[in-house]
């Protein structure tokens, strides 16, 4: 069928894009506003509204937090799902196929009810400190994107040039780490990059993970909304967009951009 | 060659190098919702008192229906939209359908909070869209938008129809072309090769869409509540009310059971559907 559409598929589609972008560029706009209120189309322009934001101090912790939780919680995930994708992968036979299924559990489950049991098992259960518990359970939710992104990469690996090295007298360890690791390094980078965006949008989780002078960026956000209804939120979001753009411009450096829509 | 009949010898090094990820979601993921789930059959009233006393009230019932059905419309429109753009954006040359898809992955790569806001600004009292319609004198007092159920399912629309854009596009440039193309050289005009060729071989894939948006709406906390607010309850909302506000652990863990409950129900007899009615199945 190498016709194209019909034209009236070809308008619905691209409504459906404008749907898409328009709310995101009234965001834009509605940040960019001189005035006290959320308006759109912005009415003098302005960037006061992101002054504002550092000037805020819950906002400047919860930025930072959200960065230390996001920072931390992808590495670890990278330092305990790198093997398993790994293992997964190279033990294919030996290993049982629920294993690999264990792996997608927190995404499988309701995130809101992951934070729930969370809370009540680890701060209220054992009066773990909440930035402990933020992290396992950011660590916890990005872990299905980095074993299943790896594994991806590594199931195009051919693991007879493993084998070669190894039978050639390389260590198995220093093997993985000059043969294997770099070849799929791109599916590092990718884990990397998506881990870090979802530890740092999450919500769900970090919704019950709260306490006196610690919280995330996103949860700030809503209770800023809550109260207020000045362009500072809309401000952070365009701070945001503009974190995710940078985050795509590397993606699409170093894999290009069809590798995210898989 | 000692060390390759090392490295064979058996599953071993596997488990080892599994274990650290394995201890991590049984100690930290399994292990507490098993506990909220085991602690709602131990109430001192009975063993299904919670659920009993759940079902007995009104506002909950009714609750846990709004959440499905503003999760299943969700669903339907999602999937009709998608499926039409996606069908449009696997049949885009190359450098449009590259951009199409970065369109795509923007707005999902966007948190649910900044995209739930952004519907906030435009549903809003004194919003755009009010605005736009008092200026075109189509209606003479703003509209009540907000904290309705077409607010809600609006936004969980707006959240959820780039996945289902980008996995159907994924799904349809599987479908090889081959088999569309007999399908038009045998004599099939394009309405027929697309209702009896091109949609059946899409099915699974439009299942597996339809799951994640229905289990994606059906927990969803940020969009109901800044969107459907008190008035528009959902399942999520209320397990944060029950458990932050009212300090109901009972309550809130039974919410928290239905929702795993029903959620891995539908991913389980959604995934043994899809793997049974699959065409290309060997």
Known sequence: MS??????????????????????????????????????????????????????????????????????????????GIPAAYALNRFRVELPKWLGTLFLLPILVPEIVFGFALLKSLTVGTGAPIFLALLIGHTLIVLPYVVRVISA????????????????????????FTIVLPNVRGGVIAAFILAFITSLNDVSVSLFLTGPGISTLPIQILAHVEQFFDPTVASVSVLLMVLTVAVMAIVERTLGLTFLAK | MTARRFWRRNGATGWALTAPATLAVVAF???????????????????????????????????????????????????????????????????????????????????VVVR????????????????????????????????????????????????MVL?????????????????????????????????PLAVPGLIVGAVLVFTGSFTAYATPQLLGGERQTVLA????????????????????????????????????????????AT
Request: a positive charge; zero cysteines; glycine letters at 6%.
């Open chain 1, 153 to 176: 990469s590594l199931a195009s690996f051919d693991f007879s040039i493993e084998e070669a090295a190894i039978s050639l007298g390389s260590a198995p360890v220093k093997t993985f």
């Open chain 2, 237 to 280: 909302t209320l397990l944060q009310q029950r458990a932050m506000v009212s300090f109901d652990w009972v309550g809130a863990s039974t919410i928290a059971a239905i929702m795993t409950v029903i959620t891995i129900s539908i991913v389980l007899a959604m995934s043994h559907v899809a793997r049974r009615i699959n065409p290309m």
């Open chain 2, 116 to 163: 739930a806001f952004a519907w906030l600004i435009i549903l809003g009292r004194n919003g755009i869209l009010n605005q736009a319609l008092l200026a075109l004198g189509i209606v003479n007092e703003p509209l009540e938008m907000l904290y309705t159920q077409g607010a809600v399912i609006v936004g969980m629309v707006y959240l959820f129809v780039p996945l």
């Open chain 2, 167 to 199: 996995s159907l596009v994924g799904v349809l440039e599987n479908i090889p072309k081959d088999v569309l193309q007999a399908s038009s050289s045998l004599g099939a005009s394009p309405m027929a090769t697309f209702w009896q060729v091109l949609l």
């Open chain 1, 3 to 80: 016709d194209r559409p019909h034209p009236l598929l070809i308008v619905i589609a691209a409504l459906v894009y404008l749907f898409l972008m328009v709310p995101l560029v009234i965001v834009v706009g509605a940040a960019l506003s001189d005035t006290t209120y959320l308006t759109f189309p912005p009415q003098g322009l302005s960037l006061r509204w992101f002054e504002n934001i550092f000037q805020i101090s819950a906002f400047r912790r919860t930025i930072v937090t959200s960065l230390q939780i996001a920072f931390l919680g992808t590495l670890i995930a990278l330092l305990i």
């Open chain 2, 29 to 111: 993921l399994i292990v507490p919702i098993g506990a909220v789930i085991a602690g709602t059959f131990m109430d001192p009233r009975g063993v299904f008192a919670p659920y009993i006393s759940y079902f007995n009230s009104g506002f909950r019932t009714t609750v846990l229906f709004r959440t499905l059905q503003i999760s299943a419309f969700t669903t339907v429109i999602s999937l009709i939209f998608g499926f039409m753009t996606a069908y449009v954006v696997s049949r885009a040359p190359g450098k449009v359908k590259s951009l199409l898809i970065v369109a795509a992955v923007f707005p999902l790569l966007t948190g």
